[in-house]
């Protein structure tokens, strides 16, 4: 069965590059169960008798005739698809973080399916990892870490569930077909639409872009204003990858205290982690970062191949702010973001999501955005966990952490997700902006806010006296 690439989709295969790869993934961190020394063992080879299913089954037909398609295919290597490495005796959890940053680095092949994994064993403490990857034509995160979730039993019994490549596919709703009428009268529609939301989203953009030519501060979604940071510096295949996870109660807390969601509190960490570092490694950024913040359009239950997002690009703090000050600069600055685009279709959300990062794709490979304005700094993501405890084949599941993609210069993406009672954050960064990303996610965020049980605002601590937890589940 053929399906055809949606032009989201086709564009994370058309612009990638060895240095702008566009898949996806995670890695999740296990126990081992007591009492059974093979559980490594025996998931590996349960995972390589599964086959794999819709979407994992496709290959992609971008030249000969017709239009670009995914093409279904029965024909995989269980070896290549699900790989076993162990760290060697006396590693560190470092020494995880580099292997998982070199599995992360290079492109998947296009000839064969396109998603593979790790099973890795020896990770110190008794643990295990799993790290996967699939590419973004495929899943996209929101979809791709549900079906990792769906893939672990919610007890400690000694048993493999079918993995996520492996899982049934999504029933597609029924529907009773629509009159041909119906249909050419409904695509006229649809471009009438369509025409009307884009020319109101450029003249916006128009607008808010001679608004910053004459010195004025344009609020709320602002892509293509941002000043160049050292995270703007041209892609490299080197990748550097590391992991943080905090309480989630307490930054619930937190963001009640000032108006906030936990997307906002994610946000203030990384943007105060970001400026921390960068003075203290010697390369200040005296502006205001500007982060791309992805919203995922897909409902409830909808597992269907492909992408269905749009973005934000709000403002984040200021370079020198208090974290009070920063908090409420980014909540600010967030929901006037969300006023911009809330009044569109959703697929005139991801017509304004899919154009902005093809231009912004389009000026990396042609170094005009070393010329002109970057379309943001970072990408801050958050993909929804759940939180009951999961388990595979008696090992219980203590984090997991998304692995997303660089692309177009921008040199850092954090993509977060809870589960059970913690927040867990994925930093991936290209080792030419943030060499060494461990460095960076565990000194500055370390003291990023505020104790969450303080009565008001005008009792803040600093950020050098934030009692805010780090868990590592790791140690």
Not at 128 to 145: M, P, R
């Amino acid at each position: 069965m053929n399906k055809s690439i949606a032009p989201l989709d086709l564009s994370w295969l058309l612009f990638e590059t060895p240095a702008g790869t566009t898949h996806v993934g995670a890695m999740m961190l296990f126990k081992k169960p007591r009492g059974n020394p093979a559980a490594v063992r025996e998931i590996v080879d349960a995972y390589r008798q599964f086959r794999p299913t819709p979407p994992f089954n496709v290959l992609p037909e971008l030249m000969g005739r017709g239009a670009p398609h995914f093409r279904e295919t029965d024909d995989w290597d269980p070896h290549y698809h699900v790989g076993h490495l162990s760290l060697p005796t006396g590693s560190s959890y470092d020494d995880l973080l580099r292997l998982v940053s070199d599995l992360h680095e290079p492109m998947l092949d296009r000839d064969r399916l396109l998603f593979r994994c790790w099973i890795i064993d020896g990770v110190p403490g008794g643990r295990f990892a799993i790290y996967t990857k699939t590419h973004h034509s495929v899943v996209d995160g929101v979809s791709g870490l549900r079906m990792l979730y769906q893939g672990l039993a919610s007890t400690d019994e000694r048993r493999i569930p079918k993995p996520a490549f492996a899982l049934p596919p999504s029933e597609p709703e029924p529907h009773e077909p629509a009159p041909l009428l119906h249909k050419i009268t409904d695509s006229i529609k649809t471009v009438v639409a369509q025409a009307g939301a884009v020319n109101q989203i450029s003249m916006e953009m128009l607008r808010k872009a001679v608004s910053a030519a004459v010195g004025g501060d344009p609020k709320g979604s602002v892509p293509f204003l941002a000043h160049h940071a050292p995270t703007n510096q041209p892609l490299k295949q080197g990748r550097s990858f590391a992991t943080l996870s905090l309480p989630l109660e307490e930054m619930h807390q937190i963001g009640h205290l000032f108006g906030g969601t936990l997307n906002d509190v994610a946000a203030t960490i990384v943007d105060a982690g970001v400026h921390a570092y960068l003075a203290e490694t010697g390369d200040p950024f005296p502006h205001r970062l500007v982060a791309m913040i992805p919203v995922s359009l897909r409902a409830e239950g909808d597992a269907t191949v492909g992408t269905r997002v749009t973005a934000l690009f709000p403002r984040l703090g200021e370079p020198q702010a208090a974290v009070a000050q920063r908090i409420e600069q980014i909540v600010e600055s967030v929901q006037i973001a969300k006023k911009d685009v809330g009044a569109w279709s959703s697929d005139t959300a991801m017509t304004y999501g899919a154009g902005l990062l093809g231009l912004a794709i389009l000026g990396a490979q042609t170094r005009v955005d070393q010329l002109t304005p970057p379309a943001c700094n970072l990408v801050i993501s958050n993909v929804p966990g759940i939180k009951e405890t999961r388990y595979l084949n008696g090992a219980e599941l203590l984090g997991i952490y998304p692995i997303s993609a660089l692309a177009a210069s921008i040199g850092l993406n954090v993509t977060l997700s809870s589960y059970h009672d913690h927040m867990d954050f994925g930093f991936v960064a290209n080792t030419a902006s943030i060499s060494d990303v461990p460095s960076f996610q565990a000194m500055p965020l370390a003291r990023s806010l505020p104790a969450p049980s303080l009565a008001s605002r005008s009792m803040i601590m600093g950020p050098g006296e934030s009692s805010l937890r780090i868990r590592t589940p790791w140690r």
